[in-house]
C-alpha cells in the first residue's frame, strides 16, 4: 500500500473509532466520513462494507487479547490469568458501544469480516479457561462459547447507563461463579466506592 493511501486508512480508522466509541457500532458511514472529511465513496473504497470497517478496527484489539492469552498461557496462577484476560476483554469490548451483538452473529457467519477474528480471540480465552479447569480452580461445566457469553453480557453492562455503575460488583460475582474454588479469584480487582 502507498504511504498516501496508507495515511488516509490510518485517519478514516481514527476517524472512526471515534464516532463509534460516541455513537456505537450502528454510527452512519455517511457520519463517518464527513468527520473524516472525506466523500462515503473514499470511505467505502477502503472499507466497503460496515463490517470491514468494524473488523479493521477491532482486529488490532482482538490480536492484542490473543497476544496476551498467549503471553498469560505460562502465568504461575491459571485462574488470575483467566480473570485478567476477561477484563481486558471487558476494556476492550466497551470502548465500542454495541459490538457484542456484531461479534455474536460474526462467530455463526463464516462469511463475516469479522468472523476469523472473532474466533481467534474466543479461542484465545477458551484456552486460558481450559488451563484454569485442568488446575481445579475453574468450573468443568463451562466451555469456550459460555466464557465468551458471560464476558460479552459483562461488556453489554458498560452500554447501560443504569447498570454501568454496577460493572466491576457485578465482574466479581461472574468471576466468583466461573472460579468458584478459586480463593483469589477477584484479586487485581479495583475497590468499589
Not at 136 to 161: C, H, N, V, Y
Amino acid at each position: 500500500m502507498r504511504a498516501d493511501a496508507r495515511k488516509n486508512r490510518e485517519h478514516l480508522l481514527a476517524v472512526a473509532g471515534d464516532v463509534i466509541t460516541e455513537q456505537g457500532v450502528d454510527a452512519s458511514m455517511r457520519d463517518i466520513a464527513r468527520r473524516a472529511d472525506v466523500g462515503l465513496a473514499t470511505l467505502l473504497r477502503h472499507f466497503p462494507t460496515r463490517e470491514a470497517l468494524l473488523e479493521a478496527l477491532l482486529r488490532t484489539n482482538f490480536d492484542q487479547l490473543a497476544a496476551t492469552a498467549a503471553d498469560l498461557e505460562t502465568s504461575p496462577s491459571p485462574d488470575d490469568a483467566l480473570v485478567r484476560w476477561l477484563r481486558d476483554f471487558v476494556a476492550s469490548a466497551r470502548d465500542y458501544r454495541g459490538v457484542i451483538a456484531s461479534m455474536v452473529t460474526a462467530i455463526a457467519d463464516e462469511e463475516s469480516a469479522l468472523h476469523e477474528s472473532c474466533v481467534a480471540m474466543r479461542a484465545a480465552g477458551t484456552r486460558l479457561l481450559a488451563r484454569a479447569q485442568a488446575e481445579g480452580g475453574a468450573r468443568k461445566d463451562i466451555d469456550g462459547t459460555d466464557l465468551f457469553a458471560l464476558a460479552g453480557s459483562l461488556a453489554w453492562l458498560g452500554d447501560q447507563p443504569s447498570l454501568a455503575p454496577r460493572a466491576d460488583h457485578l465482574f466479581d460475582v461472574v468471576v466468583s461463579a466461573v472460579l468458584p474454588l478459586a480463593g483469589h479469584a477477584t484479586a487485581g480487582r479495583k475497590d468499589r466506592p
